[in-house]
């Protein structure tokens, strides 16, 4: 008579485990339309979103530190300057901002939305949909080191922001 193995036991254990991990996983990203995704409750947009619509975001240029109300986080992709503009990672502005961002693969495009703005993007081009109308920025947005950045300035005050440079620290303040 053959006694018993654990090992059906074991990979049934195995199984459930990661298919509750891959859930947990699929939660950080959800697909709006089968080219549009999103990433939803990040800890910047929690954090803009506590408490008061008054929002102080900080960066610094090449640095890896954003400052969202006085908390300290790091970035995945710090701030750059090209052609004379400062290029920020489009989520991690925008979603301090309380904005959602979504990337539409087929078309190469950024959609941000907050409240009841809309801005549309595209990779490699300065025409630009904002509010229903079409604008020209001064530099397109582009996909630098995987992550894609778009001019800080026009986003920003178009979600309702102010913008302050410091030049001798190389720190830009949004306050909205």
């Known amino acids: 008579m053959n006694k018993p193995t654990k090992i059906p036991s074991i990979l049934c254990c195995l199984l459930l485990c990661s298919l509750m991990l891959a859930g947990c996983g699929?939660?950080?990203s959800?697909?709006?339309?089968?080219q549009e995704t999103t990433t939803v409750g990040t800890q910047a947009q929690s954090d803009a979103?506590?408490?008061?619509?008054?929002?102080?975001?900080?960066?610094?240029?090449?640095s890896s530190t954003m400052t969202v109300n006085g908390t300290s986080r790091t970035i995945p992709a710090p701030p750059v300057i090209r052609e004379g503009r400062t290029l920020v990672p489009v989520r991690v502005v925008?979603?301090?901002?309380?904005?959602?961002?979504?990337?539409?693969?087929?078309?190469?495009?950024?959609?941000?939305?907050?409240?009841?703005?809309?801005?549309?993007l595209t990779?490699?081009?300065?025409?630009?949909?904002?509010?229903?109308?079409?604008?020209?920025?001064?530099?397109?947005?582009m996909i630098i080191g995987g992550s894609t950045y778009v001019p800080l300035r026009f986003i920003s005050e178009n979600l309702g922001a102010e913008i302050a440079w410091n030049d001798a620290t190389r720190e830009i303040t949004i306050t909205r």
Do not use: C, F, H
């Open 49 to 62: 979103t506590a408490g008061t619509n008054d929002n102080t975001i900080v960066l610094k240029i090449d």
């Open 123 to 141: 990779i490699g081009s300065k025409e630009v949909t904002s509010g229903g109308m079409s604008k020209t920025m001064d530099v397109e947005p």
């Open 94 to 120: 925008s979603e301090a901002m309380s904005a959602s961002v979504y990337w539409l693969e087929k078309t190469k495009q950024i959609r941000i939305v907050e409240g009841g703005k809309e801005i549309i």
């Open 30 to 34: 959800e697909t709006q339309t089968p």
């Open 26 to 28: 699929a939660k950080a």
